[in-house]
């Protein structure tokens, strides 16, 4: 099996009430949602709709039509940006977003002449709310912020910045990607008009999953067009939720996947996950101090992480590292930008990366034991 610390970028393993979930759903009903009055049809449609109030439940949301899903957290990001920016509109984001964002808002700024305001992060990857007011102008339509840096970790405030996008009433979009699942996220609380999630990062459900949940009134348009099911004679796109935004034949049996994997963590309870990831990046923090020649990075403080930690050895590159953990003792780690360069040039690592560990939920100290102990015989 080996250690795996890559759940950063998808979780694993999965809980077992999630693989059977799919399975049963695939070998036992198989219909297509949405598209049929048949009884397995319909029991598919009831699966989905569950899906959707369980979401709408986990980020204190009132309405399930519009929670609406993707196939992933990219194309969630890339359907509330694409669906709000027109022609000369001015849109604030961060400077330690994803490429799912930042490549997003670079081709609008070529193809459709958006302006862009990039709010600059601390050295250890805070995003200061007071500099996203700051960059305000009359016609900013979109503020889009990552609730926790891929690379550093870095939880920012999002509730402070969403009272101040409500405050100017500009829409505020958060990438969840790393939060959703590990991180109590209350779409009122904190000020959320439009929250990006994925399903097989810290939901734990299968990859091909993910979701846009809308709390906001203002006018999205479709990234794509095509079959909902209904109103078929109709030849543009409904108008209504989730049809409106959602289009084509939906991953069933992920979403199914994704619903048992709700289910899992609402037994566990998100605030006893995120304790015992906490628990684990304090251990992991401590322990990488041991070893000669690390540079570490973030704020270093398990309370202001999730469960990200990069760093870099003296005088050995990351691709070696990489490769002798994963081929001489079966630990598995990413290695390079991340797809997230921005925060790379705030530590100047651009050209070099840096390894990363990403600590999930059926990791335990052990696993950071294993690999401490190999990361000293590499270095």
Known sequence: MGVYLDNAATSYPKPKEVVDAVYDFMLNNG????????????????????????????????????????ANITES???????????????ITSSIEH???????????????????????????????????????????LIVINHASNVFGTIQSIGEIGAIAREHS?????????????????????????????????LLGPMGTGGLVVNWDGE????????????????????YFPNKLE????????????????????KEGIERIYEK??????????????????????????????GVISFNLQGITGEEVAYTLDQEYGIMVRVGLHCAPGPHRIIDKVKEGTVRIGIGYFNEKEDIDLLVNALKKIN
């Open 170 to 202: 500009i829409p505020f979009l958060v990438d969840a990607a790393q939060t959703a699942g590990v991180l109590p996220i209350d779409i009122k609380k904190d000020n959320v008009d439009l929250l990006a999630f994925t399903g097989h990062k810290s």
């Open 220 to 239: 999205m348009d479709p990234l794509k067009v095509g079959g909902t099911g209904g109103d078929s004679a109709y030849e543009y796109q409904p108008d």
């Open 99 to 141: 490429n799912a964002v930042w490549r997003c808002l670079k081709t609008l700024e070529r193809d459709r002449g958006i302006s862009l305001s990039v709010v600059p992060a601390s050295k250890e990857g805070y995003t200061n709310p007071l500099d996203v007011k700051d960059l305000i102008q009359k016609n900013t339509v």
């Open 277 to 306: 990831e906490k628990d684990l990046v304090g251990y992991a923090l401590n322990r990488l101090e041991e070893i000669r020649g690390i540079s570490i990075y973030g704020p270093k403080d398990p309370n202001k992480i999730v």
């Open 31 to 70: 219909a297509t949602s949405g598209r049929g009055a048949y009884e397995r049809a319909m029991m598919a449609d009831g699966l989905v709709y569950d899906t959707r109030k369980m979401i709408a439940n986990l980020f204190n949301f009132h309405d399930p039509k519009k929670v609406i899903f993707t």
């Open 247 to 266: 289009t084509g034949t939906l991953n069933v049996s992920g979403i199914v996947g994704l619903r048992s994997a709700l289910k899992f963590i609402q």
């Open 77 to 91: 990001l890339n359907l509330a940006i694409r669906g709000i920016v027109k022609e000369g509109d001015h849109v």
